[in-house]
């Protein structure tokens, strides 16, 4: 287990570079995300207060609080206290699978981006109750994080699982798998490196086939078959997953890898 020890500064000492400044006027980027209720029970709030420390990686922010300054690259072998293969998961919501895959994987190190915060004290508290040592946890979007703190080829894996929806075709703009963002996580993985997705909603499953199965840089690792990856063995039930298939929504996963 862990000590409640801070982690201390995990990013490497490098010259900071300009902070963008926007004109006024000019609209912000779109976000896969939207401020929520930061709101927590008092009892989690302590819990929070106690534990942060010894999980959550603290980096320099531009101007929103789940931003991600450049020219600040993480230090990943002081983050974690060790060199492992790096895997990367994008939104672990409460931490329910993320929990579960780093239990079943100790030989990884997990580098976690939540920005809803309730949902990264929670995560923080099943690490600390299960005594889990490979994870750290960046309450920041995972765009920055993937772009200022990790360079190229540097992730063995990344997970995506349930992405929000954002099923409302007005609100697709807003999904976080399209080009641009496939670009930036081949990017980042190793060549053999491989990415692993899983959604409910059938019509994002399908964007999420169009944009990867084009992709220049990544292979679909069932194509032999029908394209659909069979389940991730060791990826929990999350209540996510479990309201989707009440739902009668069919969970579909994906699997690529990095050529
Ligand atoms: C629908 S939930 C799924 C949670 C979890 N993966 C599961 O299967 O239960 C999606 C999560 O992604 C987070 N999220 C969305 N966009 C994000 C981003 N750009 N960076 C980090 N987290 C993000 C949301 O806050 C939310 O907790």
Known sequence: MPGLRPLGRV????????QPVRAPGVQREVTS?????????????????????????????????TSI????????????????????????GTGESLVGMAIARPEIDVLAFEVYLPGVARTVNRLHETGVVNVRLLQSDA???LRHLLGPGSVEEVWTFFPDPWPKARHHK??????????LVASRLRPGGSWRLATDWWDYAVQ?????????????????????????SDRPL??????????GRTVRDLHYRRR
Not at 11 to 18: H, I, K, L, N
Not at 219 to 232: K, Q, T
Request: hydrophobic residues 45%; neutral net charge.
């Open 11 to 18: 990013w490497a000492v490098t010259e900071p570079t300009q």
């Open 33 to 65: 995300f939207v401020r929520r209720s930061t709101r927590m029970r008092p009892v989690h709030l302590r819990a929070w207060e106690r534990l942060r420390h010894a999980y959550v990686l603290e980096v320099p922010q531009r101007a929103s609080s």
């Open 69 to 92: 300054a450049p020219g600040h690259p993480l230090d990943v072998v002081a983050a974690f206290g060790r060199t492992a293969p790096l895997v990367v998961e994008i939104g672990p």
């Open 143 to 145: 765009v920055d994080g």
């Open 174 to 183: 807003r999904r976080l798998v399209d080009r641009a963002f496939a670009d």
């Open 208 to 232: 999420m086939r169009a944009v990867l199965d084009a992709h220049p840089d990544l292979v679909n690792v069932d194509a032999a078959a029908d394209g659909w990856a069979e389940r991730c």
């Open 238 to 247: 999350t209540r996510f997953e479990e309201r989707g298939i009440e739902a």
